[in-house]
């Protein structure tokens, strides 16, 4: 009977010990990138980071960039004289600045002629023939219209049409070309765009003086 209860008893041993390892042996260890994801958390690469810190850096020093390649234009003036005594002053002041001139708008004028003859001779002996009837008029000798006659320039368009008119009924051909007549205006330029505040640049130009301050690009500018 002693063998008989021994053998139970470790029977029952082994049996305890395989349901313990077995229940061991079934928990799982999850990895610790994924606590990280299941706990919500993100990572970051360190090269991402840099790549971000790089563009923000790149994109403050465009700005930079673009500030420098700006300047302060102030006028327009009358006549150089007045221009340089405005730059004498704002030297004074510890400002440094440039001549420049800047094209405006322009104007039309009308260009009445006779389109190009075939040579200078021909030229010569409708010219001789206009004048001979008191029309005032020139041989053109240079550009697209060279040998051809110019009669008259004209910012008015129907002091133009007029004269147009007038030669068409002395059966001559004739017509207007439009020229654009670019203008400028003097101007002087400040580099300190950061420097020169509002306050700043009335000072420059003093209280008596109708001029005016524009933002424009750097005439050494690339």
Request: glycine share 8%; proline share 2%; hydrophobic share 40%.
């Amino acid at each position: 009977m002693r063998w008989v209860f021994l053998s139970l008893v470790c029977a029952n041993l082994l049996v305890m010990v395989w349901f313990w390892r077995d229940q061991v042996g079934g928990v799982t260890v999850s990895p610790k990138t994924d606590q990280a994801e299941v706990q919500g958390q993100s990572l970051t690469l360190l090269s991402e980071v840099n790549r971000n810190q790089l563009s923000y850096k790149s994109k403050q020093a465009d700005k930079r960039n673009a500030t420098e390649q700006r300047c302060y234009s102030v006028g327009p003036f009358k006549d150089e004289d007045d221009a340089k005594f405005l730059g004498m002053r704002a030297e004074a002041l510890g400002f440094e600045s440039e001549m420049r001139s800047l094209a405006t708008g322009g104007s039309i004028e009308h260009w009445v002629h006779i389109p190009p003859l075939a040579n200078r001779q021909q030229s010569l002996q409708l010219l001789r023939e206009l004048q001979g009837r008191g029309i005032d008029s020139y041989i053109i000798t240079q550009g697209d219209l060279a040998e051809g006659i110019s009669l008259g320039l004209f910012k008015n368009k129907e002091s133009a049409g007029r004269l147009t008119q007038k030669m068409l009924d002395m059966e001559y051909d004739v017509v207007i070309k439009e020229v654009v007549r670019g203008e400028k205006e003097l101007w002087l330029e400040f580099p300190q765009v950061s420097a020169l505040t509002e306050a700043t640049r009335k000072r420059v130009v003093g209280i008596d003086q109708n001029l005016n301050w524009m933002l424009t690009d750097c005439s050494n500018s690339k």
